[in-house]
């Protein structure tokens, strides 16, 4: 088992995992594409439902990875997992018991972090197009259309 840290640019730590077996991966430019490696020419690691690639801390650039992720140990990883905040879902009763039940999560939070990222710059740019919209509404009302008349 190998346990590792996930953090972004920032430093702020969005997810802990714990790792039954690695797999490390390198970039082959020949190819372009990640490509799973020994661990001494590894540049980075996939995480554990591996769809995302993390950027191995002190190693190499890897195209891609917008994560950065250390190997902890077990006790730092135990220390670091319970702080942080265990993602779960309820679902409604479908028996009419009234009662809920967990179901487990398929989505890292280091992906989950990613996701909302995402989901935050998309915000942004359909932010500035409503205000832009606004800004062109505005006119047409005011009857201003950027045009001098030729009169």
Same mark, same amino acid.
Request: hydrophobic letters at 40%; aromatic letters at 6%.
């Given at each position: !088992?190998?346990?590792?840290?996930?953090? #972004?640019?920032?430093?702020?730590? /969005?997810?802990?995992?714990?790792?039954?077996?690695?797999?490390? /991966?390198?970039?082959?430019?020949?190819?372009?594409?990640?490509?799973?490696?020994?661990?001494?020419?590894?540049?980075?690691? !996939? +995480? !554990?439902? @591996?769809?995302?690639?993390?950027?191995?801390?002190?190693? *190499?650039?890897?195209?891609?990875? &917008?994560? %950065?992720?250390?190997?902890? +140990?077990?006790?730092?990883?135990?220390?670091?997992?319970?702080?942080?905040?265990?993602?779960?879902? &309820?679902?409604?009763? #479908?028996? @009419? %018991?009234?009662?809920?039940?967990?179901?487990?999560?398929?989505? %890292?939070?280091?992906?989950?972090?990613?996701?909302?990222?995402?989901?935050?710059? *998309?915000?942004?740019?359909?932010?500035?197009? /409503? %205000? *832009?919209?606004?800004?062109? !509404? #505005?006119?047409?009302? +005011?009857?201003?259309?950027?045009?001098? #008349?030729?009169?």
């Amino acid at each position: !088992m190998r346990y590792i840290k996930v953090y #972004d640019s920032s430093g702020t730590v /969005v997810a802990a995992e714990a790792l039954q077996s690695p797999a490390f /991966v390198h970039w082959n430019a020949r190819y372009g594409c990640k490509l799973v490696c020994q661990e001494r020419y590894a540049q980075g690691i !996939m +995480s !554990m439902d @591996g769809d995302t690639a993390y950027q191995l801390e002190g190693k *190499e650039a890897l195209p891609g990875a &917008e994560l %950065t992720a250390v190997l902890i +140990s077990q006790l730092e990883y135990d220390a670091l997992a319970a702080t942080l905040e265990e993602t779960a879902t &309820e679902t409604p009763d #479908d028996t @009419g %018991t009234g009662e809920t039940e967990q179901q487990e999560v398929v989505v %890292t939070p280091a992906k989950m972090y990613l996701r909302i990222k995402d989901l935050e710059a *998309e915000n942004q740019a359909l932010t500035a197009q /409503v %205000t *832009e919209l606004g800004e062109a !509404m #505005d006119l047409l009302l +005011s009857g201003a259309t950027g045009e001098e #008349d030729a009169g």
